[in-house]
């Protein structure tokens, strides 16, 4: 697997930290430059990753850490061969909204998989495919919740209580001391994030 020509974008944080909104932003600039790109998501992004990603957020009680994990794997392995990977080949910039790091923090972290077992299955299955540069949306628990608390429509983690909220801002901060994460205060305007983006 290799990245040769485009360069690979992810964005990660925890939720309702605003990378959604970053991300339609920065598609209106690209457009705007007419600069080649394509948008994509995790799990998901391909049709067979989208199956998956429905099955893991409906089966969630039924299916133990072990069985989620890899069906992430999967997901992620269709989505780096059928969308990623082409994409770059062409020399486009290619935008995920979450990628491996969401696994290494939600299911590594959070849910005690643990991140060093996440990675070295990421590792050996997905030979290690990693994004150039990752943007790291950065928000305390309590601004988190309560911009769930204004959601109108709300998935699995945003039911979720205030530990799992910190948990999940502390397994982001155990992740992200590599040089290609980009740290971003998501409680800073709008406007202000989407310029040290561009």
Do not use: C, W
């Amino acid at each position: 697997m290799n990245k040769k020509k485009g360069l690979f974008v992810t964005f990660e944080g925890p939720e309702a930290s605003g990378k959604s909104s970053q991300i339609l932003l920065l598609e209106k600039y690209l457009r705007k430059k007419k600069i080649s790109f394509i948008t994509t998501r995790e799990p998901g992004g391909t049709k067979i990753a989208e199956s998956l990603r429905n099955l893991i957020l409906k089966l969630k009680s039924d299916i133990n850490i072990e069985e989620e994990i890899l069906m992430l794997m999967a997901a992620r392995s269709h989505h780096i061969n059928n969308i990623i990977i082409p994409a770059l080949a062409k020399g486009k910039l290619v935008i995920s909204d979450r990628f491996a790091d969401s696994t290494f923090v939600y299911q590594g972290y959070v849910n005690k998989y643990g991140i060093q077992n996440a990675k070295k299955l990421h590792k050996n299955i997905l030979n290690n495919f990693l994004p150039h540069k990752t943007f790291l949306f950065k928000l305390s628990t309590k601004l988190i919740i309560s911009r769930i608390k204004k959601r109108k429509s709300k998935n699995k983690y945003d039911k979720l209580d205030k530990s799992f909220h910190t948990a999940v801002n502390k397994g982001y901060k155990i992740i992200s001391n590599k040089k290609r994460f980009i740290k971003i205060n998501a409680s800073k305007p709008i406007n202000q994030i989407h310029k040290k983006i561009i």
